[in-house]
């Protein structure tokens, strides 16, 4: 019989989930928005009622094997999230026990961007690799470390945020409440500030400044990078300078294959991964030059999130 | 019979070994002048019969496990010394394949940092850990990695240079060739640059200004610092912030459990501790603060890097 498992990705807006097979073939998908549930009892139990609608449409024809999710500040080893800024519910939710109020099968959750590396190591751009790292270039910079093919959950499961390692001291202020964290300048939300500040300072001609502030996006960007705006283009080159000042100390902390770029903003294919590759080798100490790839995701960007959570109960069994 | 592992801790100046049981108590320690020989082969062969000759006095009471060696630069994958810069050996040094003519026990070589890591998680202070950080405070700042109580060697065998990422961009000339790497701040000739640097620009009285350039140590320093220098506790100060940084970024990546503090720096005790703690906690995410120990190195201080180099040879069992 057809082994499957059930991949969940909780957002800030909707979660999505879906069955997905060995091979990274995913079945039945569907969503529920996440910011209308106040609390988080009546989300599990109206997802669950989803599941197992689309578990009954395959029954008697695969085994499910376990619940993958992927969750903002999503802790492993405790199965909850823990203060997550963009979700309702406040504290700490222990939510892999509420999924087993309705389920018996293995419920394992962690980060959305650790599912993403696992992901990549089951069925995507790392399957044969030990040692790598991923990073989601979206509204945030998310992260995860895979070293001796295991992934580096840390003493207290929080292991892996590159996106607050501090690249510019003193320097744009992070909803952390720190400063000069790497996420400031490397992630959609980043490169948006960066066209800003450019805008402001700059007496360039560019059609950026055309658009409403609010209406400036990491999307909007790369249209006018392609179109040769110079103020795109010189906002792509920083972000990847930072970027790639924040990824070569990564390098010498776990000195990687491959470093896999993911999200929004890794999209933008060589306007982002240039500069990125480029002073990466800069910033990076002799014994690791040249030896490090930067790749993009080979996970189906549609289902990417719900792959990711899946791959967690292949990578467990 | 009594199991027993050979631990070779190879410096610039002098190579030490010794043998060492399981519970870390050395035997028969000896060492021979390392920099006297030109060529790597013959400084085998005669460590070779040094290690001969102690197995010899224990025949029949112990069999030998396994040679573990610490070398600067040392590759745990291909078993060699590769570009280390303080010895006299130039390029790639195959050897562990050298010790294999004259031994048919295991050889298992890394570099110094790694070895007093694993050291520490044998015989020492992180007996049950499985997530922790070794920095060495010497001539540089050395660094090992312990995740799911494996050490993190990387894609090359080369992880774990903490005292090569950039703490200040543009900062303090490294002999790596690039700028601001923390072990220009943090190590015990870091803190000599210090306090030249503080002696030139401060008009503050400092018994250190008695000194001859030249003849200020770390070890000056720390007396100066006990005797309530300002100058020297300054420094001391000034060390902390940036280790705190460098870890405070470190922690971000491994979330260990704790950081401890190995080599001459180290024996600086609360002056160098105190302020590191202070200023790690200052500079960690939220999710990070409270939770991570800074300790001090619990092996034997005589015998460590010997411990270090045997260590591996259990670990490998």
Chains 1, 2 share one sequence.
């Not at 026990?97 to 650790?114: Q, S, W």
């Amino acid at each position: 019989m057809k082994e499957i498992a059930i991949g969940i990705d909780i957002g800030g807006t909707n979660t999505k989930f879906g069955l997905v097979d060995r091979a990274g073939n995913t079945f039945n998908e569907g969503f529920i928005k996440t910011h209308q549930y106040e609390k988080a009892d009546d989300f599990v139990k109206d997802l669950a009622g989803e599941l197992k609608k689309i578990i009954s449409i395959q029954k008697g024809e695969c085994t499910i094997k376990g619940i993958g999710i992927g969750a903002p500040n999503g802790n492993y080893y405790r199965g909850t999230i823990e203060f997550a800024p963009n979700l309702r519910w406040k504290g700490i939710v222990k939510l892999a026990d509420l999924f087993k109020k309705y389920f018996d099968y293995p419920v394992i959750l962690t980060n959305d961007a650790d599912a993403a590396a696992i992901g990549e190591m089951i069925y995507g751009a790392a399957k044969d690799m030990k040692d790598f790292i991923l990073v989601t270039l979206g509204t945030g910079l998310g992260c995860g470390f895979i070293a001796n093919g295991e992934m580096i959950y840390g003493h207290d499961g929080f292991a892996g945020e590159l996106g607050h390692t501090i690249v510019i001291p003193d320097g744009r202020q992070c909803g952390c409440g720190r400063k000069g964290c790497l996420e400031q300048y490397a992630s959609a939300t980043g490169i948006v500030k960066t066209v800003l500040e450019m805008l402001e300072y700059s007496y360039r001609d560019s059609k950026l400044k055309l658009l409403k502030k609010e209406d400036i996006t990491s999307e909007e960007i790369f249209e006018a990078a392609k179109a040769g705006d110079k103020i795109a283009l010189d906002a792509f080159d920083y972000t990847g300078k930072l970027l790639g000042m924040g990824l070569a100390n990564a390098v010498a902390i776990t000195s990687p294959e491959a470093i896999i770029l993911f999200g929004g903003l890794s999209l933008a294919g060589d306007y982002i991964f240039n500069p990125t590759k480029k002073y990466m080798e800069e910033y990076l100490l002799n014994i690791y030059k040249n030896k490090v790839k930067i790749i993009p995701s080979a996970l189906n960007d549609k289902n990417a999130a719900i792959l990711g959570a899946s791959a967690m109960v292949w990578k467990n069994l």
